[in-house]
């Protein structure tokens, strides 16, 4: 069985860091781009930051480019986001999904880790 | 990466089809096959309804269907069913490792 597990999140002042990680099981995480999408209290979802299954790709978005890093531990089966110069619009429920082959498709969604920016 | 444009809101009545429109650019929607539908109940984390445009992975009901015309996606709901009721999200590949969400529609069955 597939199962995406994140972790990390939670209260923390504007300005500091956080680093989120999903932990991965039930499928050959090697295989497949990961990717982490966001969803701020009560509005859509946002895509935040991508990797490919061997890190030769890998994507941003607009509005975390040069504060977020994402990055992946293939041997512990294991996805990271590490978040910095956090403000209070990057507080969201954080999930980490799975890609298809090809990354067609997010397959698998992880239950997702709240991450709240306040001071 | 501006976010495609989906309506806020189309409801129906049991066994009725609705169709949600999500529309982008040449950039996005228009330039790559690889748009995905998922389906979010409250509370609950998506779920992948349609990939590739017009794919159903195993286990998702042949009543949800996608197509692609130009620079706008489109998700057909048919025989619609109060658990159908939930937040749709459209989502395409927008290039160099990048994607872009839709704005979301509620369907309300009703």
């Known amino acids: 069985e597939v199962q995406l597990v994140e972790s990390g999140g939670g209260l923390v002042q504007p300005g500091r860091s956080l680093r989120l990680s999903c932990a991965a099981s039930g499928f050959t995480f090697d295989d497949y781009a990961m990717h982490w999408v966001r969803q701020a209290p009560g509005k859509g979802l946002e895509w935040v930051s991508s990797?490919?299954?061997?890190?030769?790709?890998?994507g941003y978005a607009d509005s975390v480019k040069g504060r977020f890093t994402i990055s992946r531990d293939n041997a512990k089966n294991s996805l990271y986001l590490q978040m910095n110069s956090l403000r209070a619009e990057d507080t969201a429920l954080y999930y980490c999904?799975?890609?298809?082959?090809?990354?067609?498709?997010?397959?698998?969604w992880g239950q997702g880790t709240l991450v709240t920016v306040s001071s | 990466q501006s976010a495609l444009t989906q309506p806020a809101s189309v409801s129906g009545s049991p066994g009725q089809s609705i169709t949600i429109s999500c529309t982008g650019t040449s950039s996005d929607v228009g330039s790559y096959n690889l748009v995905s539908w998922y389906q979010q109940h409250p509370g609950k984390a998506p779920k992948l309804m349609i990939y590739?445009?017009?794919k159903r992975p195993s286990g998702v009901s042949n009543g949800f269907s996608g197509s692609k015309s130009g620079n706008t996606a489109s998700l057909t709901i048919s025989g619609l069913q109060a658990e159908d009721e939930a937040d749709y999200y459209c989502c395409s590949y927008a290039g160099s490792s990048t994607w872009v969400f839709g704005t979301g529609t509620k369907v309300t069955v009703l």
């Open positions: 990797i490919s299954w061997n890190i030769g790709n890998i």
């Open positions: 590739e445009g017009s």
């Open positions: 999904a799975k890609g298809r082959t090809l990354d067609s498709g997010w397959d698998y």
